[in-house]
C-alpha cells in the first residue's frame, strides 16, 4: 500500500490533549530528531571505515583489525537507537490487509492491541538488552578479536535504544486514554 493510511492519527497532534503528554512527546520527538542526526553520522562514519578497510587492503596490503568491528558497532548504535524515532512515525513494517476492511474505531483497537504486544516483547528484549550490557560491564567482556573492544559498548546502545522504543511505544498506549478522558 503506497497511498497515506487513514488508520493513523497525526503524530504531531496525538498528544496535544493532555499538556503532560504533550510536553513528554515533544521531549522525546526532539531526542529522536538528535538521534537521527547522529545515526547519520554513525552511517557516513562506518561507510568511511568500510571503504578504507577495502583500500588499504588492496592498495597496501594493510592488515585491518579493527574496522570491520567499529562499523559493525556503529550500525548496531545506529539501529537500535533510530527505531524509537521510526515507531513513533509508525514507520515499523505493519501487515495492513485488515485497514480496509475494518472500521475506523476497529482499526484504532487493532492498533492499539499491535503496541501492546509490541510493548511487551520490546520489553522482554529491553530486559535482556541491559543484562547483557550490565554482564559484559561487570566482567569486563571483549570481543574475541584483536582489537578486542568492549562488549558493553554495542550492548548499552542496543539497551538503550530499547529502552526509547518501549517508551515510546508506552506514550503511543496512553495517548488514545487521555484523548478519550478529554472528550
Given at each position: 500500500?503506497?497511498?497515506?493510511?487513514?488508520?493513523?492519527?497525526d503524530?504531531?497532534?496525538?498528544?496535544?490533549g493532555?499538556?503532560?503528554?504533550?510536553?513528554f512527546?515533544?521531549?522525546?520527538?526532539?531526542?529522536?530528531?538528535?538521534?537521527?542526526?547522529?545515526?547519520?553520522?554513525?552511517?557516513?562514519?562506518?561507510?568511511?571505515?568500510?571503504?578504507?578497510?577495502?583500500?588499504?587492503?588492496?592498495?597496501?596490503?594493510?592488515?585491518?583489525?579493527?574496522?570491520d568491528e567499529?562499523?559493525?558497532?556503529?550500525?548496531?548504535?545506529?539501529?537500535?537507537?533510530?527505531?524509537?524515532y521510526?515507531?513513533?512515525?509508525?514507520?515499523?513494517?505493519?501487515?495492513?490487509?485488515?485497514?480496509?476492511?475494518?472500521?475506523?474505531?476497529a482499526?484504532?483497537?487493532?492498533?492499539?492491541?499491535?503496541?501492546?504486544?509490541?510493548?511487551?516483547?520490546?520489553?522482554?528484549?529491553?530486559?535482556?538488552?541491559?543484562?547483557?550490557?550490565?554482564?559484559?560491564?561487570?566482567?569486563?567482556?571483549?570481543?574475541?578479536?584483536?582489537?578486542?573492544?568492549?562488549?558493553?559498548?554495542?550492548?548499552?546502545?542496543?539497551?538503550?535504544?530499547?529502552?526509547?522504543?518501549?517508551?515510546?511505544?508506552?506514550?503511543?498506549?496512553?495517548?488514545?486514554?487521555?484523548?478519550?478522558a478529554?472528550?
Amino acid at each position: 500500500m503506497h497511498a497515506p493510511l487513514t488508520d493513523r492519527e497525526d503524530p504531531s497532534k496525538a498528544a496535544t490533549g493532555n499538556k503532560l503528554l504533550a510536553a513528554f512527546d515533544s521531549a522525546l520527538a526532539f531526542m529522536n530528531q538528535t538521534i537521527v542526526v547522529f545515526a547519520a553520522v554513525a552511517l557516513i562514519t562506518a561507510c568511511a571505515i568500510l571503504s578504507y578497510s577495502v583500500l588499504s587492503r588492496a592498495l597496501f596490503h594493510a592488515a585491518n583489525y579493527w574496522q570491520d568491528e567499529a562499523a559493525v558497532f556503529l550500525l548496531v548504535g545506529a539501529t537500535f537507537m533510530t527505531s524509537a524515532y521510526v515507531q513513533g512515525q509508525r514507520g515499523h513494517i505493519g501487515i495492513e490487509a485488515f485497514v480496509g476492511l475494518l472500521s475506523p474505531v476497529a482499526n484504532r483497537i487493532r492498533l492499539w492491541l499491535v503496541d501492546l504486544a509490541s510493548l511487551l516483547f520490546c520489553a522482554f528484549f529491553t530486559w535482556k538488552s541491559w543484562t547483557l550490557a550490565h554482564e559484559a560491564w561487570t566482567d569486563g567482556q571483549v570481543s574475541n578479536s584483536m582489537w578486542s573492544p568492549p562488549l558493553a559498548i554495542p550492548y548499552g546502545l542496543m539497551a538503550c535504544g530499547m529502552t526509547l522504543l518501549c517508551v515510546q511505544i508506552a506514550l503511543q498506549l496512553v495517548t488514545p486514554f487521555s484523548a478519550a478522558a478529554r472528550r
